[in-house]
């Protein structure tokens, strides 16, 4: 469906897209604005009011509709943006379960897809549908190495696993299986939640009653509350660690004092105000955040940066794909999709974007910083 049946919803989208006609660029947005995936969804929803309305010197559309964090209804939402709305490139899902499908949907319509979601399995193994699908959230491996590394050294033997029950948890899953044993990582359970539980009190349990010297929680937005919520109440002192999914105030508000010290490895806006004047992640983050919050009246999270830095890549493309073709027509499309490939040196709140043939995620450990929850705020780890 749309995003707008709500009243106020529906006048910010006849402001967004009213003047659609004369726009050249015309950019699809798939996104997880109701259901589990909101948490995500809702904050991106508020950026594209905050996005550049031109790109390349051309106008640009902005057609959202709302997967309602359904994979069907995201499939069928990229059916119609490529059919219907003829739309140069497709963005999203928030979700990693609602991306998969529109792999198959960018490949059919030879239309460039770039995911919202973390999985790495959206971009990697190469392939004909992944041809055409980038991804600004850095991958599984990359952050999972990093936080992994960083436990290994704090001298945790043990390790307890609770994630969701989608791909985003087991992508997580297959790398922390994979990397801890030659870090001397033992992992003690595999246990699993629906993002839409309201308890996960029997998987805490469970991984307590292996006894680890800590528990690795992946999850994302507020769901991801509940694990670290259920061990805390019920004893458990041990220390956790969470994925890069957690970075919103959102999390920090509901988790309160439960949530107090998670550490997990995460992209540089989280905490840039923590890095040095000048550098140029924190750069990134304040031209953004400066953009959402005159448009928003408030501050941005780490989801709303997703989409952000989606359209600046797709704003580093566009010129050299217009000078190929024109909007509308394949021909660009597939220019703009080899241009994506091209991109090197990009500094985004999501980390150092270097794009190639085999790599549609492009970013390295420069990219992955370890943060703490800190006296109620995302602080850098020292």
Not at 201 to 206: D, F, V, Y
Request: glycine residues 10%; contains cysteine.
């Amino acid at each position: 469906m749309k995003i707008g049946f709500a009243r106020a919803s529906l006048l910010v989208a006849c402001v967004l897209f009213g003047n659609a006609a004369h726009a050249d660029i015309k950019i699809g947005i798939v996104i997880s604005a109701s259901g589990p995936g909101s948490a995500l969804g809702q904050p991106q929803l508020k950026t594209v009011a905050a996005l550049p309305k031109e790109i390349g010197g051309e106008k640009v559309t902005y057609i959202v509709l709302d997967d309602e964090s359904d994979s069907t209804k995201g499939v069928q939402n990229a059916r119609r943006l490529v059919i219907q709305d003829k739309v140069d490139v497709l963005v999203g899902s928030s979700l990693t379960p609602v991306t998969m499908p529109m792999l198959d949907v960018a490949l059919e319509s030879k239309t460039p897809l770039l995911s919202l979601a973390a999985a790495t399995a959206i971009v990697q193994p190469m392939d004909e549908k992944r041809a055409w699908a980038f991804k600004v959230v850095p991958n599984d491996d990359l952050m999972a190495a990093a936080i992994l590394k960083h436990i290994a050294t704090s001298g945790v033997k043990t390790l307890g696993y609770i994630g969701v029950s989608d791909g985003y948890g087991e992508g997580y899953y297959k790398e922390v299986s994979r990397l801890a044993p030659a870090l001397g990582l033992t992992v003690t359970t595999h246990e699993v939640y629906a993002r839409a539980d309201t308890s996960v009190t029997g998987q805490a349990l469970k991984v307590m009653s292996t006894n680890p010297d800590a528990v690795f929680i992946a999850s994302a937005g507020t769901p991801a509350v509940l694990p670290q919520q259920a061990l805390r109440e019920r004893g458990y002192a041990g220390k956790i660690f969470q994925t890069h999914g957690v970075a919103s105030e959102e999390f920090i508000k509901l988790g309160g004092a439960n949530v107090e010290g998670a550490v997990f490895a995460g992209e540089a806006f989280t905490i840039a105000a923590d890095l040095p004047a000048g550098d140029p992640f924190r750069r990134s983050t304040e031209e953004f955040v400066t953009a959402y919050e005159a448009a928003n009246g408030q501050k941005p999270n780490m989801f709303a940066a997703h989409l952000w830095d989606v359209v600046a890549l797709i704003g580093k493309a566009a010129p050299d794909a217009l000078k190929t073709a024109k909007p509308g027509t394949i021909e660009f499309r597939a220019a703009l999709r080899d241009a994506l490939e091209r991109g090197q040196n990009i500094y985004l709140n999501n980390g150092l974007s270097n794009m190639s043939k085999a790599d549609h995620n492009g970013y390295d450990e420069r990219s992955a910083f370890l943060i703490k929850v800190e006296g109620g705020k995302f602080r850098l780890a020292k």
